[in-house]
């Protein structure tokens, strides 16, 4: 039975209005990863999905008491699958040519499709799917079906078209009704759903279940057969999907995408990937035999930048839930973090967020000053005071670690100064003053609060400790003063402190006090070998899980001195094998600056080259042989840091009421010629910044103030309102800052 019957429509070729995408962005195979897992995973900061998946995901959108809650996962509809048939029957694999299907990953213009070639039958079929990054409550698939062959050889010719969706089981996160079933057939009659989380996350912070509205624009409830009459060349179809809380915003949604036509529709798609590439951030890799690496990069970023808020929309965006692992097409199964937010977040993703833009990064942040309530409450929860950030957090904000493992919850507390650091971090590039008193401060003086209850001081030597914690190295549960931690939490109360008295705070007794804990906290050191100690009792040789005390140089910028190369060697011949790609990423970026730099470039391709799956360059969580989480976006976080400030010897911070750029010798990972990175920002000013072996040249001008200064060899020089700057090889190092 026919459902519908399309008449001829001539469409011009989309390929024909598209931009032609070069080879760094492009991912082709003809033949998909064995494990499914690794297609790739496509979002829009609202909605995400893994291609060929079981499931839809919506930021912010939860299911499952406590730590049982995991991202709700909606069946995937947008799974469609288009068949060629007639009467007896539908073409098989047999039809297509040999190696006649091709999968692209275009990531310049955000879109997924296959090509398919069907050698007898003469026929192309292109499938392309997508999250539209304008419409950003729209999914989106759509068919072409186009015949090569001369019209005499049409008589065989297929006589409709079939598509089937294929969702994966019914999901068991939503209660789901029908509200209407698309049947009729007036115009603006979709088939809605709505749908409602079973379980709440914790009932104090989240009252009722969250409902979301899915309309079709139409049902494919059953197979939808489309009638391709012979004499028509090419048959065209679409299928969009929009999803929200609201049901008027979805309904909007549809209505306004269903007014444009499929190649402006597209464009408007497109067009919004190619701006964020040409205007926002990219990094081109020069070299002859850098393509793999170009792609690796490029879709590193593409990957990340999906489960960001598109910043430019059709309606107006929902509060952003963070960032998880494995982003927002993903986080029904534990090894997908249950889509929780974790230390990720802030230390690895978010330094490369902020390079796409300060406002990612404000929204990433954002969900940390919402969540402040539920901060408290774990705080208060736990017998402590201020607020003390769970280190997994979904809806609520409130603790919802995985029951297997509580004794992370318990004792990984560097999660609540990582977030401070991470706030001065960002100040540091951003310059916001305003957001540092608006979001940051309130933040930063509660995390210092905490800190001063969670310590323990011994009046009489004047020390205080971090009593059974863990740090970064899970494999180290209950240990005194992790050196890691330790660290950080002094950076946190000098920050709070330097950022209430900024923000014209006045209570000097509390700055007093968080002064005094950061100044007597124990940071570990074994004066005879001139190494730390990983925490309290570390012997020699013990093998830790991950990159743990050697990040102490990069990124805290806590000890660069020769302590820090000890521990880089030393902790180089411990970390376990098995260890997550950013451990080895870590290990590149800060041998990168010291003087052993040659030894970076080992570790900056282990960071990667056993992760990342060759076909659509999709990380994994672990090594090629180990189980693990698939769209690993804290390794792509890692690996790029490594890139930009590794190699680029470039990094941010704050000394004093100033805020400083860091610029020392860069280096060129194997097989790369040049780097160029478009654009780094400081304050106002979006920068260009290029190097090589060589040298680096950072170009910046700013938009407003009186200008910059640089500070090399204990000279200071003004620099005017922009610069031009060369570091070559063996130069000390420059430090540039904003005139205030
Ligand atoms: C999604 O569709 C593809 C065919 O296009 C199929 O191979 C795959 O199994 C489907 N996924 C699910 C979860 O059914
Ligand atoms: C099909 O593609 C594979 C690589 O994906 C290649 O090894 C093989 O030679 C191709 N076969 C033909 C007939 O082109
Ligand atoms: C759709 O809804 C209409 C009106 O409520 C009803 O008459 C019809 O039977 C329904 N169709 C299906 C397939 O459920
Ligand atoms: C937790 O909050 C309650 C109610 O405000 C308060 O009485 C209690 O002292 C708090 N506990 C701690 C450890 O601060
Ligand atoms: C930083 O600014 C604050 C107030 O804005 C001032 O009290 C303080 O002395 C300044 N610190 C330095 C090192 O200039
Ligand atoms: C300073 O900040 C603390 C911590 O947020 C707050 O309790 C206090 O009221 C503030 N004091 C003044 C004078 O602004
Ligand atoms: C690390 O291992 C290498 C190779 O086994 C060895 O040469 C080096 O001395 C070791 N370094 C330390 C600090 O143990
Ligand atoms: C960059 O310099 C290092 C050390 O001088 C050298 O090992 C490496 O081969 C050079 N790379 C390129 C691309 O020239
Ligand atoms: C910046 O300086 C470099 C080296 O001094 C020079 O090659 C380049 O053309 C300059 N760029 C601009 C935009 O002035």
Redesign the pocket.
Known sequence: MLKRILFVVSFVLLKGCLAETTDAYLLKTFSLPSDLNFMPTLGNGHLGYTI???AIFMNGVYNGPGGNSKRARIP?WL?I?TELCDRFGCASAEDVEVNGTSYEMDLRNGYFRSLTAYKSLGITVEQRTYPHKYYNRALVYEVVASRRTSSSSRVNSPQFLKLTQ???TSSNAFEFVVLNNGSSTSSGDFRTLRGRTEVLEFEKFQPDPQEIFILFSESLEQPLQLEWPAWQSELRHRIIITIDRQESVARKELEDVLQLDPKSFLQKHTDSWNSFWDREFSIELRGDDALELSQIVNAGIFYLVSSLPSLNTNQQNEPFYGLSPTGLGRGNLEADYQGHNFWDTEIWMLPIVTQFGFQYAKEVLDYRFRKLEGARYNANATGFKGARFPWESAYTGTEVTNPCCPEVAQQEIHISPDISFAMQKFFAQSEDYVWTCETAWPIAAEVAEFLVSRATCEEKQNLCHFLNIMGPDEDHPDVNDNVYTNAVAKIALEFAEWAGQMCGNTSTKLFEKWRQLSDRLVILKDDELNYHPQHLGYTLNTIVKQADTILLGFPLRFDTSSTHLNDLHIYANVTRESGPAMTWSMFAANYLGTSEDWRAHDYFERGYKSYVRPEFKVWSETPLGYEGSANFLTGIGGFLQALIFGYGGLDFGRDGNKTVMFRSQASMPPNVNEVHVNYIRYGDSKCRFIFSNLSSEMQCSMQSGPGFEMVQNQKRTMLGKSFNLTHVRGDSPQHISIVR
Request: aromatic content about 12%; hydrophobic content about 0%; overall charge negative.
């Open positions: 060929y998946g079981d995937n799974n699958s294929h969702p994966g």
